[in-house]
Structure formats: C-alpha cells, structure tokens
C-alpha cells in the first residue's frame, strides 16, 4: 500500500484562496488515478476533484469552476487549488489513489474505488 501526506489547508476568509498539497510515495503515484475528496461535519467523504495518469480531469459540481487539480510528476505531488472558498468547502480534505479509478465512470466518485488515502487536512473557512 502507498503513502500519501497532505499539506496545506488551515483557517481561510470566505472568498479567499487556498492550495492543498498531496506528496505520494512512488507506489501511489503510479496508480491510475489521483483524487481529492471532501468530508464536511457529520458527513460521509465527497469527490472533489479526479485527475488520471494522462493528465485527464473532471470536477463536482460544487467544485467546477472555483477549484483546480493539478499535479507534478517529478515531485509525485497532487495539488488542489481552491478559490472563491465559500463556508460549507469547511472540512477535511483527503487524497487518494486508485489503480481503477477512471475519469467520466460510474465509480470515479466513489471512495471504495480508491486503495491509498491520506490522513486528511482540515479546511475551515469563515465569513
């Protein structure tokens, strides 16, 4: 199983910006397909924002147009940059790995679908 740290994140002003960081381990980075989910208080994990090994994207509805995921192969690091935060993005945010997880499927939202997750970094944006 691989290894994923998150950085970033902490306390932002509403409207504000803010970039998550994920580094992987070698094995993490190399599965299909990286992910960022979002679990707000008393909530299950949601997808955020997939990216696969081709550089394919896609976004929730809540995160298209105000996030963007990227990542960078030589440093294996995930990012996502978040803008125009808003009170309910407040959470903790996770990456994850998945060698099945495919960009445009059924499944890419599912957190089943994911094999390594980090240990997740709290967001917390306030008006």
């Known amino acids: 199983q691989g290894q994923l740290v998150e950085s970033g994140g902490g306390p932002v002003q509403a409207g504000g910006s803010t970039r998550l960081a994920c580094e992987a381990s070698a094995s993490s980075y190399s599965r299909h397909a990286m992910a960022w989910f979002h679990q707000a208080p008393g909530s299950g994990r949601e997808g955020v924002a997939i990216i696969d090994s081709d550089g394919n994207t896609a976004y929730t509805k809540s995160a298209k147009g105000r996030f963007t995921i990227s990542k960078d192969d030589y440093k294996k690091t995930l990012y996502l940059q978040m803008n125009s935060l808003k009170n309910e993005d407040t959470g903790v945010y996770y990456c994850?790995?998945?060698?099945?997880?495919?960009?445009?499927?059924?499944?890419?939202?599912?957190?089943?679908?994911?094999?390594?997750w980090g240990q997740g970094i709290q967001v917390t944006v306030s008006s």
């Open positions: 994850a790995a998945g060698e099945d997880a495919v960009v445009g499927s059924w499944y890419e939202w599912l957190p089943t679908t994911f094999e390594d």
